[in-house]
Nanobody
Framework: QVQLVESGGGLVQAGGSLSLSCVVSGTMSSINGMGWYRQAPGKQRELVATITSGGMTNYVDSVKGRFTISRDNAKNTAYLRMNSLKLEDTAVYYC?????????WGQGTQVTVSS
């Protein structure tokens, strides 16, 4: 059974940094695209960043230049480095992985940015 576990969320002041990790377990198959999404209270879940198995990345405009997505295929792990955090980055951050044409989600990790 494929499972994703996120970690690294927390409380940080505006302008600060956090790093998130997402570990995928329960599969011997290659993990294709991975991504980070977030959902703020009262809002829909939105794409933050994606990364292909080959390392090509894509970001939502609001985080370009501040967030960096990366992955370690040998460790089945994706990362999200978040710099210059803003109040509007506050949300639950979810990891998604595509394995054998199926999508799997983590349970989410809370990121709270305070003023």
């Amino acid at each position: 059974q494929v499972q994703l576990v996120e970690s690294g969320g927390g409380l940080v002041q505006a302008g600060g940094s956090l790093s998130l990790s997402c570990v995928v377990s329960g599969t011997m198959s290659s993990i294709n695209g991975m991504g980070w999404y977030r959902q703020a209270p009262g809002k829909q879940r939105e794409l933050v960043a994606t990364i292909t198995s080959g390392g090509m990345t894509n970001y939502v405009d609001s985080v370009k230049g501040r967030f960096t997505i990366s992955r370690d295929n040998a460790k089945n792990t994706a990362y999200l480095r978040m710099n210059s955090l803003k109040l509007e980055d506050t949300a639950v951050y979810y990891c998604k992985a595509n394995v054998l044409f199926r999508q799997y989600w983590g349970q989410g990790t809370q990121v709270t940015v305070s003023s």
